[in-house]
């Protein structure tokens, strides 16, 4: 698939088109056996056309002194660029998946289309601008160049980085045409702010839906959920449906300290006597791997309040460490309001309701109980 894709642009850019592709800076370079990484894959083009731009943004932390000495894979715990977005003239599709093969064959995940969606695909053409600015780009002869500062680990580059994102953020802009972003390691928090807005504004009387492929609440939304008094149900992966299941390495464990981390949910919605209220779902469908995240409102008579599309997986990760981007969605709209409704429902099929029971049955190395504590706020 990914093939196929570069294929693609490379037709447009013949066609005279100007493309650009903003990356992660670990995931977009690391290569695997019989694999070639992104950056392999697209430096033909930056070789061949001007008018093509590849860039690739690493968490400051991974410049720091005795980052680089970190296995591949582990050294994403410091932060990756998770931001999902594509722009084709005025329409943006906006997801919470990679564009890889997996993608596209078994692994459950949510796409949003906004066609002639002018002032929304502006804003986030002009935030992968900004963000392309602040990584580094691809030259002809293959080499990574800085475009905002010499060292991407310093004071001022992160410094200069907030203040560069905070201008873009305070332009005037229509309601309408505007994203939430979240980037920790350059201290800018919309999405965060407002998705703990959002659930301390819920009450008794509306139901809330929230959807992740992993699941690590930080305590502030459970915090929230508790005290909101509406009926809350969370949609996330069984270990079978996990992006991990089957790993090899430390990797397998992975979908374990999920599980522990469920076990310790569920005690604490019991011991706050929530537990007829708030229910934990897990999605289950053989053959199938599942990554779809959201936040879905709905009033008394499941009429849509407010709705979440984008990258964040609600978890540690998203809120203190990734560079998030998402949109929320509100509407008087009948027909995208059914629509909504029907995207909530789809998430639920082949979930079922999970238990204490079910937790506990599962085997868990002992020495998971004393790692996870260590490493939750890096999942």
């Known amino acids: 698939m990914e093939e196929k894709l570069v294929f693609e642009l490379h037709k447009k850019l013949e066609e005279g ?6 990356l992660d800076g670990l995931r977009g370079t690391r290569r695997s056996i019989n694999r070639r990484s992104s950056y392999d894959m697209l430096l033909p083009l930056s070789q061949k056309f001007d008018h093509f731009k590849a860039s690739f943004l690493k968490c400051p932390k991974m410049d720091a002194r005795g980052a680089r000495w970190i296995p591949e894979r582990f050294n994403e715990v410091f932060g990756i660029m998770h ?4 722009i084709f003239d005025d329409t943006l599709v906006l997801t919470g998946a990679n564009l890889s093969s997996i993608y596209f064959q078994n692994r459950v995940d949510r796409y949003a289309v906004f066609q002639n969606s002018t002032p929304l695909a502006d804003f986030y053409a002009e935030l992968l601008d900004e963000m392309s ?6 030259s002809s002869s293959g080499s990574m160049t800085p475009t905002l500062w010499k060292s991407n680990h310093s004071h001022n580059y992160r410094l200069a980085v907030k203040n560069k994102i905070s201008e873009f953020i305070n332009k005037e802009r229509t309601d309408l045409g505007t994203g939430e972003l979240l980037l920790p390691p350059f201290g800018i928090d919309q999405y965060h702010q407002t998705i703990l807005q959002c659930l301390a504004n819920i009450n008794e009387n509306q139901k809330v839906l929230l959807s992740a492929g992993y699941f690590n609440l930080i305590e502030e939304y459970t915090k929230a959920l508790l005290n909101s008094g509406a009926r809350v149900d969370l949609l996330v992966a069984s270990p079978s449906a996990n992006g991990f299941y089957n790993a090899s390495g430390l990797s397998k464990h992975i979908p374990s300290v999920y599980s522990l981390l469920e076990r310790k949910f569920m005690k604490t919605i019991r011991r706050a006597k929530c537990d007829d209220r708030i229910r934990l779902y897990e999605f289950d469908k ?5 990554h779809a995240k959201g ?3 709905f009033d008394k008579d499941g009429k849509p309040v407010l709705s979440t599309i984008g990258s964040p997986n609600l978890g ?3 809120a203190y460490r ?5 949109v929320f969605l509100k509407s008087d709209n009948d027909e995208i309001n059914a629509a909504i409704v029907e995207d909530a429902r789809r998430i639920l099929e082949d979930s079922y309701v999970l238990t204490e029971e079910d937790l506990k049955s599962r085997h868990i190395p002992a020495i998971l109980k004393c790692v996870t504590p260590l490493i939750k706020t890096m999942l």
């Open 83 to 86: 931001m999902k977005a594509c």
């Open 316 to 318: 540690y990760r998203s």
């Open 133 to 138: 600015e602040i990584g580094n780009c691809v």
């Open 17 to 22: 088109v100007p493309v650009s592709v903003i």
């Open 322 to 326: 990734d560079m998030e981007s998402q």
């Open 286 to 290: 053989q053959g199938y791997s599942f």
């Open 295 to 297: 936040l879905w409102i």
